[in-house]
């Protein structure tokens, strides 16, 4: 009985830190954050070199490597924080979008150890984590604000007016850009995951040789498509009898060039017709260094000001789920027993039917907003 008001107090109370556990794809990764003292620790393991043989994630490796890490990588998390489980107070994971077992392996993990602790549990949607990862840095953005989501499975556009407040401005009609990276990527014969390996050696090429095409840039909207750029990749490639080294890094220089010029165009319109002088970009392919020259010089010319979060936490990461996590518990925001995972979920469908905003924890901010 006693043990029953015990774990009641811990299930209502607003959680001071809450784990955080991502395992939506190819990456396992848990942090702790506390709203008095932000990120404590995180941890993350890839299984990048376990799918590099088949040249993409293979969803049933994914979930079983989920299967062997997640409970490790929580073990070292907590003792990088000096934490035991009764100082948790909340736990959040990935509920989607992503793979369905990868999903499942984290919500289970996640219910199980909030319901034996005694705490509430939130499943947290993938790109809202992203679109939130910036508030982890020390000059974090305020709402409102454009978000430019870019991963691997999505690309968006989006007004965030505070969390739970999101417009869809924009999309991509067919592929997203990082599956753009990464299938123009494998057709030059780079290793997976494609990205990085593109931009690395897009750093050696001459981006001017080929003209891309900067994708429906033409015609007014906000939407992109990105799914020609590795056709126009693979004929430039066929079309150059000399297959060296230096053609493939002028390709990829040329495909880079394309990609930033492209989204930085749609982001300057999105700024101009939202009136909004702050951008944020998150997601995965926000790492890439060229695309965050190209689109920190356009909002400059525009003076709005660009935010990103470091490159580890624009990639896929356990603090940004935690961080996402922590701002809905304290909200009062609680998930039933059971455990549910969302393969496939719109970020709009997170838009509070109340129209009550979550209010941003600032608490992370170790120097204020600057505008
Ligand atoms: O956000 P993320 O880690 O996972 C998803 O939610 O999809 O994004 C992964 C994507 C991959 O397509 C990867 O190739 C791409 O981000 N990526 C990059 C870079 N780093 C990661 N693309 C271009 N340049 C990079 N530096
Ligand atoms: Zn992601």
Redesign the pocket.
Known sequence: MVDQVASDTRQRAAPLRVLGIETSCDETATAVVDARRGLLAHRLHSQAGMHADYGGVVPELASRDHVRKTLPLIRQVLADAGLRPADIGGVAYTTGPGLMGALLVGAAIARSLAWAWGVPALGVH?MEG?LLAAMLEPRPPRPPFVALLI?GGHTMLVRVDAVGRYTLLGESLDDAVGEAFDKTAKLLGLGYPGGPALARLAEHGNARRFRFPRPMTDRPGLDFSFSGLKTYALNTLARSDNDTDNIKADIAAAFELAVAETLSIKCRRALSETGLKRLVVA??VGANRRIRATLSAMAASLGAQTFYPRPEFCT?NGAMIAYAGMVRLQAGQRDPLSIATRPRWPLTDLNNPTGVAYPLLPIFSSEPSSN
């Open positions: 993938h992203h991963s997601g995965g896929d």
